[in-house]
């Protein structure tokens, strides 16, 4: 069992590397479950993925739509086995070159120093809106 401290280490860690995408890989669970907020037939990276494939599909469906320019870390709470990471990101669109700028919500759970659950909330009308070319 992780205690509070070895957790909020963890996403630290994975949080402050150069490169998330791989560094978060690292700490997933086999049967990761990867959540996102947002309406599916606008947002595709919108619902549940499973395992650390599923976890390369949200990403590359996100990335192929949405460029960040901004992706800065505000906060972190950490409680058990939850890390919470308040985040701040802005970017475009990029089908329509439209900007976009939001609070994200992270909740990370481990188990046993392994990522089990992630839930992301955020602007999910920011998105919308800059996905639609009107």
């Given at each position: ?17 150069p490169d998330y ?54 906060e972190y709470i ?35 120093g392994k990522i ?19």
């Amino acid at each position: 069992m992780s205690t509070t401290e070895e957790n909020l280490a963890i996403i630290k860690k994975i949080h402050e590397a150069p490169d998330y995408k791989e560094s978060v890989a690292q700490y997933l669970a086999d049967d990761v479950e990867w959540w996102a907020d947002g309406p599916k037939e606008v947002l595709p990276w919108a619902g549940t993925f499973y395992g650390p494939k599923g976890k390369e599909e949200w990403s590359n469906r996100l990335n192929s739509l949405m460029e960040y320019e901004q992706f800065e870390i505000k906060e972190y709470i950490a409680q058990g086995d939850n890390v919470v990471v308040v985040l701040f990101a802005k970017g475009y669109a990029k089908p329509t070159k439209k900007k976009f700028e939001s609070e994200i919500v992270r909740i990370y759970t481990l188990r046993n120093g392994k990522i089990v659950r992630v839930r992301s909330y955020y602007n999910t009308a920011a998105y919308v809106s800059a996905l639609r070319s009107q």
